[in-house]
């Protein structure tokens, strides 16, 4: 069983649409990560957040602990947000804080 | 350039050959990580250092993979003997650590390995 489950695990959409990725995870964390992951390999990250919502741009993320979830929505979207998004989580209890990933969303945005 | 750089980008070997990957993370940075994803699935960690000390290996890590940092700044990883499983991207990542608070990572753009 993973510990990090995301949905959907592919999605495409039109442009404009509102796009919501979902992350569930199954251990107790010390923050939740979204990733951006673009053709050829190159990770950035979009967020780490460990309560409430932030918003960049037209992104947003959300987390609730106590459902232990979290979404990545996109506003607008548009082609050049296609790309693998995702969820990541780093344990909570001290040791290390390397990153246990879910398999990610393949985001298509077409014109 | 501030981001964390990786070298080789790509490398192409034959099975049971030895092969080495360097990390140059973001200088100010004193944790860095080593993952491997291999195709369409996420990243899995592999191991991580704090300056210089080696504090987490991932089962992952067979006896034929070994990390170093030996100066607590950059970092190399070796496989050795190589086997076709190995084939992968191997990600490298760094942080800041801040006391009691999960830290962003700065990702590297990967080492694609293929194994002949």
């Known amino acids: 069983k993973n510990e990090v489950e995301q949905s959907p695990q592919n999605l495409t959409a039109q442009e404009g649409e509102f796009i919501t990725i979902n992350c569930s995870y199954s251990v107790g964390i010390s923050a939740l990560h979204w990733l951006q992951q673009h053709p050829g390999g190159g990770i950035v990250s979009l967020f780490m957040?460990?309560?409430g919502k932030k918003k960049h741009g037209r992104l947003i993320a959300t987390i609730n602990i106590q459902e232990k979830h979290s979404s990545l929505h996109i506003t607008a979207s548009h082609p050049r947000d296609s790309a693998v998004y995702i969820c990541a989580v780093g344990h909570s209890g001290g040791g290390a804080d390397g990153l246990t990933f879910g398999k990610g969303t393949h985001l298509i945005i077409q014109p | 350039d501030t981001g964390v750089s990786q070298d080789p980008r790509h490398k192409i070997t034959k099975r049971g050959q030895n092969v080495t990957f360097r990390c140059d993370p973001i200088?100010?940075?004193?944790?860095l990580y080593w993952y491997r994803q291999t195709l369409g699935q996420g990243p899995e960690f592999l191991t991580y250092f704090q300056n210089e000390a080696q504090l987490e290996k991932s089962r992952l890590l067979s006896d034929r993979f070994s990390a170093e940092r030996p100066k607590g700044s950059f970092s190399t990883l070796e496989i050795q003997r190589t086997e076709q499983g190995d084939s992968a991207m191997y990600l490298c990542a760094s942080s800041l650590t801040l006391a009691g608070w999960g830290n962003e990572q700065f990702f590297g753009p990967g080492t694609r390995l293929t194994v002949l």
């Open positions: 957040l460990s309560s």
């Open positions: 200088s100010e940075h004193n944790r």
